[in-house]
């Protein structure tokens, strides 16, 4: 550890131009560009960096989780939750791989986390040498940009590079593999911020014609229908979109990762789309004449079947990333720009309006899916804790201002169905790769980035068990995050298919678990376990208010299904609401 | 309905590009009919030039996801009437079977091939021109004693007047653009 005024003579001797070493440099950069918070797991190549890092421990925090795809894990829900990049650290060849899970994760959601790996000595590269991996092929197709530092000058420009596109245009992961050597040699540092590169330019000018077509595309719908994607919570368009919302009077539908972007009890708000998502909103998809899609992707578990999808209605596709448009939809109008700026272009454009029997039909459609799912799912009268019931409780008791984690599967789903999101940005789930085993070290990624925030998340017994090690973590560093298992003894979502598409044969679904109630004590984390109705309450508001991390196993239901489902190869507008097994 | 497109990119010469840009058509089960990679009149930028035969809809699609990638500079895609290209052969036939009648004289005149070396074994000619070209000299020689044939890639050149050294200059002005003087750009 230094002292502040040996600390003072290196910031002396680098604006010298002391030669440094290239793993100081490393840890330089990071500090230029606010970084103050690593995830990672050290290992043989990468060790000069850890090294380093106990001279700068007093600005750069670097918590050790148990595996490295924790830290990937962790890394991204820490970028989700503060909206700075996430960094992440690993050593080669098994560091590196375990590593890929994370950063594809990152890839399909959009989040931006610099992944910092080591390399052997550049001289054995390619040589099969000991944990020597190709981790930038491996990684390539799940990164938005790599690349290798073989000498330690090259060190600064690259990292600058990285942080610039993982963090604009549509975020994404960075993969930057350093050598030992050029970890261990010495350079003549300067750091320069990187804000252009000739071949990538994240500032698309605004295309006004695009704009004002919309405009008057808007002004003559009936029944519009606005889709909110993830794009607005990067781009920090909540307040535009609420603007424009309620300007329109258009009612608003949310993706998985789009949640929290429109307030949960505004009268605007049409909830959630896609296969677990709201019959108003996925069945009146088919019934609009007019499609506002912003920052959102089409994904097939939001659309359903492409060839029976919004046939009836005219598409504007607000979309930062060109290659999603028309990717799986054709639309009729693309704006390929920043949700923020187009929205703001478009408020002034658009007549104030309102389509009161259209609202209508969401309330009437609500109603169905009310009596039908909503009411036994959050307010049963006995049999077993139901998933919907447990969430609902947690959304009153944090009044829908808690960070949400979630981890894969029926929690997932009962999560984005029950949790009444106020609060932008307060879910923390994996969207396009369905990472069994995210919610844990997520959940420690997130506490970690706002510590101001109550932070729960829903877990399911299966993908606990995958990244199970990350207690270790949450014991290492006393991070004060609240877990809740729902632990139905199966691997809920698959069972699920299996009931309902697999004439009930439950193939390795059911679950042998161990008292997880005893685990947590090894780990001194308080625990209890519930299993009736009415230690329900009691037991959430006993971890809600427990000062330090908690785990609460519920049991629920064994064999409940998440409904109502857009059953594969379905239409959005074939909504399965009740189902018999 | 497949077609041949000719994908043209620009690139930073950066390590892996070649590797970025396979991958988006591999996972796409699109074959790679040629490929052609070399330096282009602009210093320091590659051109890569790609021959793939597929719908008009996904050379759309893979085209905007190789623009995506960082160190791209600029894809077009033509069909092959919107472009001037060549290929490239080299034949390697026994010498033994072109000496009868007139067929070395006819090989050069009516299929414009050039003679680049003569030895008592083996010829070899050269054949620039479109594939369809280069197969009818190699049907011709196949029952001469064909002992070797090699195709290059497509080379292609674009009839668009806009040159490369436009879009750079835009992509330099786009990036002087700030989110408070809007223009109209269209």
Same mark, same amino acid.
């Given at each position: 550890?230094?002292?502040?005024?040996?600390?003072?003579?290196?910031?002396?001797?680098?604006?010298?131009?002391?030669?440094?070493?290239?793993?100081?440099?490393?840890?330089?950069?990071?500090?230029?560009?606010?970084?103050?918070?690593?995830?990672?797991?050290?290992?043989?190549?990468? +060790?000069?960096?850890?090294?380093?890092?106990?001279?700068?421990?007093?600005?750069?925090?670097?918590?050790?989780?148990?595996?490295?795809?924790? &830290?990937?894990?962790?890394?991204?829900?820490?970028?989700?939750?503060?909206?700075?990049?996430?960094?992440?650290?690993?050593?080669?060849?098994?560091?590196?791989?375990?590593?890929?899970?994370?950063?594809?994760?990152?890839?399909?959601?959009?989040?931006?986390?610099?992944?910092?790996?080591?390399?052997?000595?550049?001289?054995?590269?390619?040589?099969?040498?000991?944990?020597?991996?190709?981790?930038?092929?491996?990684?390539?197709?799940?990164?938005?940009?790599?690349?290798?530092?073989?000498?330690?000058?090259?060190?600064?420009?690259?990292?600058?590079?990285?942080?610039?596109?993982?963090?604009?245009?549509?975020?994404?992961?960075?993969?930057?593999?350093?050598?030992?050597?050029?970890?261990?040699?010495?350079?003549?540092?300067?750091?320069?911020?990187?804000?252009?590169?000739?071949?990538? =330019?994240?500032?698309?000018?605004?295309?006004?014609?695009?704009?004002?077509?919309?405009?008057?595309? *808007?002004?003559?719908?009936?029944?519009?229908?606005?889709?909110?994607?993830?794009?607005?919570? *990067?781009?920090?368009?909540?307040?535009?979109?609420?603007?424009?919302?309620?300007?329109?009077? #258009?009612?608003?539908?949310?993706?998985?990762?789009?949640?929290?972007?429109?307030?949960?009890?505004?009268?605007?708000?049409?909830?959630?789309?896609?296969?677990?998502?709201?019959?108003?909103?996925?069945?009146?998809?088919?019934?609009?004449?007019?499609?506002? &899609?912003?920052?959102?992707?089409?994904?097939?578990?939001?659309?359903?079947?492409?060839?029976?999808?919004?046939?009836?209605?005219?598409? #504007?596709?607000?979309?930062?990333?060109?290659?999603?448009?028309?990717?799986?939809?054709?639309?009729?109008?693309?704006? =390929?720009?920043?949700?923020?700026?187009?929205?703001?272009?478009?408020?002034?454009?658009?007549?104030?309006?309102?389509?009161?029997?259209?609202?209508?039909?969401?309330? *009437?459609?609500?109603?169905?899916?009310?009596?039908?799912?909503?009411?036994?799912?959050?307010?049963?009268?006995?049999?077993?804790?139901?998933?919907?019931?447990?969430?609902?409780?947690?959304?009153?008791?944090?009044?829908?201002?808690?960070?949400?984690?979630?981890?894969?599967?029926?929690?997932?789903?009962?999560?984005?169905?029950?949790?009444?999101?106020?609060?932008?940005?307060?879910?923390?789930?994996?969207?396009?790769?369905?990472? +069994?085993?995210?919610?844990?070290?997520?959940?420690?990624? &997130?506490? #970690?980035?706002?510590?101001?925030?109550?932070? /729960?998340?829903?877990?399911?017994?299966?993908?606990?068990? +995958?990244?199970?090690?990350?207690?270790?973590?949450?014991?290492?560093?006393?991070?004060?995050?609240?877990?809740?298992?729902?632990? =139905?003894?199966?691997?809920?979502?698959?069972?699920?298919?299996?009931?309902?598409?697999?004439?009930?044969?439950?193939?390795?679904?059911?679950?042998?678990?161990?008292?997880?109630?005893?685990?947590?004590?090894?780990?001194?984390?308080?625990?209890?376990?519930?299993?009736?109705?009415?230690?329900?309450?009691?037991?959430?508001?006993?971890?809600?208010?427990?000062?330090?991390?908690?785990?609460?196993?519920?049991?629920?239901?064994?064999?409940? =299904?998440?409904?109502?489902? /857009?059953?594969?190869?379905?239409?959005?507008?074939?909504?399965?609401?009740?189902?018999?097994? | 309905?497949?077609?041949?497109?000719?994908?043209?990119?620009?690139?930073?010469?950066?390590?892996?590009?070649?590797?970025?840009?396979?991958?988006?058509?591999?996972?796409?089960?699109?074959?790679?009919?040629?490929?052609?990679?070399?330096?282009?009149?602009?210093?320091?930028?590659?051109?890569?030039?790609?021959?793939?035969?597929?719908?008009?809809?996904?050379?759309?699609? !893979?085209?905007?996801?190789?623009?995506?990638?960082?160190?791209?500079?600029?894809?077009?895609?033509?069909?092959?009437?919107?472009?001037?290209?060549?290929?490239?052969?080299?034949?390697? !036939?026994?010498?033994?079977?072109?000496?009868?009648?007139?067929?070395?004289?006819?090989?050069?005149?009516?299929?414009?091939?050039?003679?680049?070396?003569?030895?008592?074994?083996?010829? !070899?000619?050269?054949?620039?021109?479109?594939?369809?070209?280069?197969?009818?000299?190699?049907?011709?020689?196949?029952?001469?004693?064909?002992?070797?044939?090699?195709?290059?890639?497509?080379?292609?050149?674009?009839?668009?007047?806009?040159?490369?050294?436009?879009?750079?200059?835009?992509?330099?002005?786009?990036?002087?653009?700030?989110?408070?003087?809007?223009?109209?750009?269209?």
């Amino acid at each position: 550890m230094m002292t502040d005024s040996e600390m003072m003579q290196v910031n002396e001797q680098v604006s010298n131009g002391e030669n440094i070493t290239g793993a100081e440099a490393l840890l330089r950069c990071l500090i230029e560009e606010g970084v103050d918070t690593i995830f990672g797991y050290p290992g043989g190549a990468i +060790m000069p960096v850890y090294d380093k890092l106990l001279d700068y421990q007093d600005k750069i925090k670097h918590i050790l989780t148990r595996h490295e795809q924790g &830290a990937a894990h962790a890394a991204q829900a820490y970028a989700m939750v503060t909206g700075k990049p996430g960094v992440c650290f690993a050593t080669s060849g098994p560091g590196a791989t375990n590593l890929v899970t994370g950063i594809a994760n990152a890839y399909l959601d959009s989040v931006p986390v610099v992944f910092i790996t080591a390399q052997v000595v550049s001289t054995l590269i390619g040589s099969d040498a000991f944990q020597e991996t190709d981790i930038l092929g491996i990684s390539m197709p799940v990164v938005k940009w790599n690349a290798q530092v073989k000498k330690p000058q090259e060190l600064p420009e690259t990292i600058a590079k990285a942080f610039y596109i993982a963090t604009t245009g549509r975020p994404g992961p960075v993969l930057i593999d350093i050598t030992k050597d050029a970890q261990i040699e010495k350079l003549n540092f300067k750091y320069r911020k990187c804000n252009y590169l000739r071949s990538y =330019n994240p500032h698309i000018p605004l295309h006004r014609r695009e704009i004002e077509s919309a405009a008057i595309m *808007i002004n003559h719908a009936e029944k519009p229908l606005i889709l909110a994607g993830h794009g607005i919570l *990067i781009s920090g368009a909540e307040k535009e979109l609420l603007q424009f919302a309620e300007k329109t009077g #258009i009612p608003v539908a949310m993706t998985l990762l789009g949640l929290s972007a429109f307030p949960s009890g505004h009268r605007l708000c049409a909830g959630f789309l896609g296969m677990h998502g709201n019959y108003a909103a996925n069945t009146l998809t088919n019934e609009a004449d007019l499609i506002i &899609a912003i920052g959102m992707r089409f994904d097939d578990r939001v659309t359903g079947n492409l060839k029976k999808y919004a046939k009836n209605a005219r598409i #504007i596709h607000i979309e930062i990333d060109e290659a999603e448009i028309n990717k799986n939809v054709i639309v009729d109008i693309e704006i =390929n720009n920043d949700a923020k700026e187009v929205l703001t272009e478009l408020i002034p454009l658009v007549e104030k309006k309102s389509y009161e029997y259209w609202i209508r039909e969401f309330r *009437i459609r609500d109603k169905v899916e009310y009596d039908k799912v909503i009411k036994p799912e959050t307010r049963p009268e006995a049999g077993k804790i139901k998933m919907g019931e447990v969430i609902r409780m947690v959304s009153d008791l944090t009044k829908g201002d808690a960070i949400i984690v979630t981890d894969v599967g029926q929690n997932q789903m009962a999560v984005a169905r029950y949790y009444e999101f106020t609060a932008p940005g307060s879910l923390v789930t994996s969207g396009g790769m369905g990472t +069994m085993g995210f919610g844990l070290p997520a959940a420690v990624g &997130a506490k #970690i980035g706002r510590s101001d925030k109550q932070v /729960v998340a829903f877990i399911g017994d299966g993908g606990f068990q +995958m990244t199970i090690q990350e207690l270790g973590t949450i014991l290492h560093y006393k991070v004060p995050v609240k877990l809740i298992i729902l632990n =139905n003894s199966f691997l809920g979502m698959v069972r699920q298919w299996q009931d309902m598409f697999f004439e009930k044969r439950y193939a390795s679904t059911e679950m042998v678990n161990p008292d997880f109630v005893t685990i947590a004590s090894g780990y001194s984390i308080p625990a209890r376990s519930v299993s009736e109705r009415k230690d329900l309450a009691d037991s959430l508001t006993e971890m809600l208010k427990a000062e330090g991390p908690y785990l609460l196993e519920i049991k629920i239901d064994k064999e409940a =299904n998440v409904l109502p489902m /857009v059953e594969p190869g379905a239409s959005v507008s074939e909504v399965t609401l009740t189902y018999k097994s | 309905m497949k077609q041949e497109y000719t994908i043209s990119l620009f690139t930073e010469d950066h390590i892996g590009i070649l590797s970025q840009i396979t991958i988006i058509l591999t996972r796409r089960q699109i074959n790679i009919e040629s490929i052609t990679a070399s330096e282009s009149a602009v210093k320091g930028v590659q051109m890569l030039t790609l021959v793939v035969r597929t719908t008009a809809e996904m050379v759309q699609k !893979v085209a905007r996801q190789m623009q995506k990638l960082v160190d791209v500079l600029k894809v077009f895609v033509h069909t092959s009437d919107e472009i001037i290209y060549q290929e490239i052969a080299l034949f390697k !036939v026994k010498t033994k079977g072109l000496m009868s009648g007139n067929i070395i004289d006819h090989i050069v005149r009516t299929h414009y091939a050039r003679i680049l070396e003569v030895s008592p074994e083996y010829m !070899v000619i050269e054949k620039t021109g479109h594939k369809t070209e280069i197969n009818n000299l190699l049907h011709e020689l196949e029952p001469c004693g064909l002992l070797q044939f090699v195709r290059s890639g497509r080379i292609a050149i674009t009839k668009q007047v806009k040159e490369l050294n436009a879009y750079l200059e835009e992509m330099d002005e786009a990036h002087q653009y700030k989110p408070d003087k809007i223009e109209a750009f269209n």
